[in-house]
């Protein structure tokens, strides 16, 4: 099963304020040459485009990767709020 079928299967509900948000965003642009968020995310929630790193937070499978591989520790991270967040529905 591929990877876009398997993430199809997870429902996620939305909450605000944002649960990952970046710390500076200047640290990206100018000290993460590599970003690697931008690839081990399963979920494909970071994109670089044009000079920012775009999170499309309410993709997140909230497996904390970016958070450990960030080599900046730009990441602010936290679960949700009870109730919001990804849902597993076949397991």
């Not at 081990?40 to 309410?58: F, G, M, N």
């Not at 993709?59 to 602010?76: D, Q």
Request: aromatic share 14%.
């Amino acid at each position: 099963m591929k990877i876009e079928d398997r993430l199809a299967t997870v429902a996620y509900k939305v909450g605000y304020p944002p649960h990952l948000t970046l710390r500076e965003e200047r640290i990206c642009r100018e000290s993460c040459l590599d970003r690697p968020c931008t690839y081990v995310c399963p979920a494909r929630t970071y994109v670089w485009q044009e000079d920012k790193l775009v999170i499309s937070y309410e993709n997140c499978l909230e497996c904390g990767t970016c958070r450990v591989t960030c080599p900046e520790a730009n990441l602010f991270w936290a679960y949700p709020p009870g109730g919001y967040g990804v849902k597993y529905r076949f397991g």
